[in-house]
């Protein structure tokens, strides 16, 4: 049977093919398969940076890594924060406003400053025309009367608050009577004091004289006393008597009831004395109610009312008990 080359395909006549040269292989010998042709490598064109819309960020210099400290937990919990926003500052009208308030605030208080001391000037100046008939100091003694003329129970009632004692006193050579009471007695009555200036502010804020001041003169407005009397003891009445008395009588009963006259007479150079009616022959209160005065017969009782607000009408309930009872 005739061969054929396995290359070229021509008739075979020797070992080797005529035409191509190709090893001649036996047909019933399996063909060896050709060897893969190697691949040649293929250029790979290289991509051309494309240019970017965005600039590219240029980078933070850092400081040379010797020159930084490690970082360890104790660092970062000793960095401190970032500061919050800062408000706007204020302009210098608001300062300036804050100044002027201030100084209304400054003269206000000194205005209740000079209230104050005019109490304590009003008892000297009494005190030193009456020869030290009225004004003056008074002390407990342990003999006397005068308590049973008005009962803890009677003043309790007529004040409204607690009256706890009552002692026989003497002042000025005058027998009388104090009564004495609690803290909490005291705080009850500094809430009258203030409902009583809350109420007598807003009657003096109707003068002509309060409505049309322009506030540039604030003790002008204390020549009105009786208006003045709850800020008076409100004031007065944060720092009561430590013995915690809270009201006192005494009586002359040698005065005379022709020296009345002449008591008021020179009484009347003190600001804010007034005539109150319907009490005994005669009565008068004192300036900022401090205190309270009745004529009976020929004899005149003072009250010391400088806790009791309200004055006027509680010396002339206290002053007819008193009376009634003589």
């Not at 705080?187 to 309060?210: F, G, M």
């Not at 319907?278 to 009565?283: F, P, Q």
Request: glycine share 12%.
């Amino acid at each position: 049977m005739a061969e054929f080359c396995t290359n070229c395909g021509a008739p075979l006549s020797g070992v080797f093919c005529g035409r191509c040269g190709h090893r001649a292989q036996s047909a019933s010998a399996p063909a060896q398969p050709a060897p893969a042709p190697t691949p040649r490598p293929v250029a790979v064109p290289t991509p051309q940076p494309v240019a970017s819309a965005q600039p590219t960020a240029q980078p933070v210099p850092q400081p040379p890594a010797s020159s930084q400290p490690p970082i360890t937990r104790q660092s970062v919990a000793q960095q401190p924060s970032q500061p919050a926003a800062q408000p706007p500052k204020s302009s210098g009208g608001g300062k300036a406003l804050l100044i002027v308030g201030g100084i209304v605030l400054v003269m206000v208080l000194g205005a209740f400053g000079a209230v104050l001391y005019g109490v304590h000037w009003v008892k000297h100046k009494v005190s030193s025309i009456t020869g030290g008939a009225f004004g003056g100091g008074s002390s407990e003694i342990s003999q006397g009367n005068m308590c049973k003329l008005l009962s803890t129970g009677d003043l309790q009632q007529m004040i409204g608050v607690t009256v706890e004692r009552s002692a026989e006193i003497m002042d000025n050579g005058d027998p009388g009577c104090a009564y004495y009471t609690n803290a909490a007695a005291f705080a009850e009555l500094q809430k009258l004091a203030i409902a009583q200036a809350k109420r007598d502010s807003e009657k003096a804020s109707q003068y002509p004289d309060v409505k049309n001041s322009k506030g540039d003169n604030p003790l002008e407005l204390l020549k009105h006393t009786k208006e003045m009397e709850g800020i008076v003891k409100g004031f007065g009445l944060s720092a009561p008597d430590p013995s915690g008395r809270v009201f006192s009588f005494s009586v002359n009963r040698n005065f005379g009831s022709g020296n009345w006259g002449p008591l008021r007479t020179t009484l009347s150079v003190v600001p804010g004395f007034d005539e109150v009616n319907g009490v005994g022959d005669h009565a008068m209160i004192g300036s900022f109610g401090h205190a309270f005065y009745v004529l009976k017969g020929d004899s005149v009782f003072k009250l010391d009312t400088m806790y009791l607000p309200e004055a006027r009408n509680r010396g002339s309930e206290i002053g007819n008990k008193i009376i009634s009872h003589l």
